[in-house]
T-cell receptor, first 111, second 116 residues
Framework: GQQLNQSPQSMFIQEGEDVSMNCTSS?????WLWYKQDPGEGPVLLIA?????ELTSNGRLTAQFGTTRKDSFLNISASIPSDVGIYFC???????????FGTGTRLTIIP | GAVVSQHPSRVICKSGTSVKIECRSL??????MFWYRQFPKQSLMLMAT?????????EQGVEKDKFLINHASLTLSTLTVTSAHPEDSSFYIC????????????FGQGTRLTVV
């Protein structure tokens, strides 16, 4: 099935640093979602975006719905150890509950 | 957020046996649930869409006779891996949306299946 391209594939940062990752698609989506997955667990919803150009925050997390509707960005400010995990973007369409997932970005914090 | 519960979290079975995985929406009704498979260090791949009261819709390449899905009620969907083989070993995850046609999917905790 189709997957969205997520970049970077992995990140190694120090605690306190800011993090940026993005997700691109060859097709348009009407909704963009960002999830975090810890090892051995299911993904947890972080932020949902519904409007092109929309910028939404959830604590230290900020996500943007690209104006072309073909991309989305996630920023994490002042990273902390519990931010470690895999972040997935997902694209969806109105009237259709099916999601298309990104390839994932693995975040590691270096001591 | 909405709560989706998956059981069991881990299961080990012998080759040739069948394994049933349950997915429950605890605080909402879900007419549609989704089943995903995830290999190590890879993304989630949709296997099938589970529809309450009707047949599941399978993605291309997924054997419907191998992965039986039953959506018996508005809060329960089950995935049965029949005649399991070692290559079926994987992490299986279900999801459900709180409202009809809402793309905010909430995921279960996942089930780690190991076939020996």
């Amino acid at each position: 099935g189709q997957q969205l391209n997520q970049s970077p594939q992995s990140m190694f940062i120090q605690e306190g640093e800011d993090v940026s990752m993005n997700c691109t698609s060859s097709s348009i989506f009407n909704t963009w979602l960002w999830y975090k997955q810890d090892p051995g667990e299911g993904p947890v919803l972080l932020i949902a975006l519904y409007k092109a150009g929309e910028l939404t925050s959830n604590g230290r997390l900020t996500a943007q719905f690209g104006t072309t509707r073909k991309d989305s960005f996630l920023n994490i400010s002042a990273s902390i150890p519990s931010d470690v995990g895999i972040y997935f973007c997902a694209g969806g369409d109105f009237g259709n509950e099916k999601l298309t997932f990104g390839t994932g970005t693995r975040l590691t914090i270096i001591p | 957020g909405a709560v989706v519960s998956q059981h069991p979290s881990r299961v080990i079975c012998k080759s040739g046996t069948s394994v049933k995985i349950e997915c429950r929406s605890l605080d909402f009704q879900a007419t549609t649930m989704f089943w995903y498979r995830q290999f190590p260090k890879q993304s989630l791949m949709l296997m099938a869409t589970s529809n309450e009261g009707s047949k599941a819709t399978y993605e291309q390449g997924v054997e419907k006779d191998k992965f039986l899905i039953n959506h018996a009620s508005l809060t329960l969907s089950t995935l049965t891996v029949t005649s399991a083989h070692p290559e079926d070993s994987s992490f299986y995850i279900c999801s459900a949306s709180r409202q009809l046609m809402n793309t905010e999917a909430f995921f279960g905790q996942g089930t780690r299946l190991t076939v020996v």
